[in-house]
């Protein structure tokens, strides 16, 4: 199993990003939940949303109404779009995919936003 997240940078407060998270190989993709997590400095990591295999999605109150997650499952993709962006969403953004009792994590995607 692998996940490859990309579409961080750096953008200002206001602005958006859109991130990928793709799966490359070990699953059925079609058939699994996919989470977005993001760890700041010094911070634990959090969970932000996710996505179930049939579609249904469930976000955090601090990101609800700002960041959109969904899937293409003929590209093996979930996106989190990310508007309104604040400087505490600065973080590493990784994604998340429990398969067969697993914890598989991509190597995250830088998100910096600042002015």
């Known amino acids: 199993v692998q996940l490859v997240e990309s579409g961080g940078g750096l953008v200002q407060p206001g602005g958006s990003l859109r991130l990928s998270c793709t799966a490359n190989?070990?699953?059925?993709?079609?058939?699994?939940?996919i989470g977005w997590f993001r760890q700041a400095p010094g911070k634990e990591r959090e969970a932000i949303a996710c996505?179930?295999?049939?579609?249904?999605?469930d976000y955090k109150d601090f990101v609800k109404g700002r960041f959109t997650i969904s899937r293409d499952n003929a590209k093996n993709t979930v996106y989190l779009q990310m508007n309104a962006l604040k400087p505490e969403d600065t973080a590493v953004y990784y994604c998340?995919?429990?398969?067969?009792?697993?914890?598989?994590w991509g190597q995250g995607t830088q998100v910096t936003v600042s002015s």
């Open positions: 998340h995919v429990r398969v067969r009792n697993v914890d598989y």
């Open positions: 190989s070990g699953f059925t993709f079609d058939d699994y939940a």
């Open positions: 996505i179930s295999s049939e579609g249904r999605t």
